[in-house]
């Protein structure tokens, strides 16, 4: 296959060394902003690629380019996950919602997301991402409480911040303890979420509250590491 080889939406096909190089950067590039915050060095995160500095700016000219890739992947695979809980939503809503907040666990390497903490980005794709996810998972606990098995006073803001809060990393403990943790914190918020003898909850923030900085403000610190923010 040649560079020039086209997919089916136009753009340029990239030979499968550079698909290879632009896959690790992005997986680098994910756990140094997990572990350093944005402001991590590139030529680090060429280094854990394996890649030279030189092939990081040819698939990616600056950090704002990277960053927008990580919150673009990471909210394209939160979108297709909510869809498909969707799908699944009227034959078993409370299945279908656990399933969307456990499939997030499973893929929390590639969840280093502006839902809450994480890299940032004022890119529209990203906007327009979120938003969508927003939708669906109102519509996904609209069908659950259709049926009785969800609390009328949950919203998709407690949805976003269970699926957030369960992919944070846990750095000192082992990838499969930290698993199991965020596995049973899913399963306890699921068990809230249903209606038999759950007490009135607190307002909840809105989706712009925890959003806005998808559109930082100018001179604010972009390099602090997700725990600060």
């Not at 407690?158 to 699926?163: K, M, N, S």
């Amino acid at each position: 296959m040649t560079p020039s080889a086209s997919q089916e939406d136009g753009r340029p096909r990239l030979r499968a060394d550079a698909a290879r190089n632009r896959d690790q950067i992005l997986a680098a590039a994910r756990a140094a902003f997990r572990e350093l915050g944005t402001a991590a060095p590139l030529d680090e995160i060429a280094r854990r690629a394996g890649v030279n500095i030189a092939t990081l700016y040819r698939r990616f000219p600056d950090r704002d380019a990277l960053i927008r890739q990580v919150v673009v992947d990471g909210f394209t695979l939160v979108h297709r996950t909510v869809r498909r809980a969707l799908e699944a939503a009227p034959r078993d809503p409370l299945a279908a919602i656990r399933e969307f907040l456990l499939t997030l666990v499973d893929e929390r390497e590639m969840l280093v997301l502006p839902l809450i903490g994480g890299p940032v980005t004022d890119d529209p794709e990203a906007a327009a991402l979120q938003r969508e996810i927003v939708t669906a998972l109102e519509e996904l606990l609209a069908t659950a409480r259709a049926q009785g098995v969800v609390r009328p006073d949950a919203t998709a803001v407690d949805l976003i911040a269970t699926g957030a809060l369960s992919c944070r990393p846990l750095p000192y403990l082992p990838a499969d303890q930290a698993s199991a943790l965020a596995t049973r914190h899913v399963r306890i918020f699921l068990d809230g979420l249903r209606p038999d003898g759950a007490r009135p909850l607190p307002p909840p923030p809105t989706n712009e509250d925890l959003t806005v900085h998808l559109h930082p403000v100018k001179g604010t610190d972009r390099g602090r590491g997700p725990a600060a923010r």
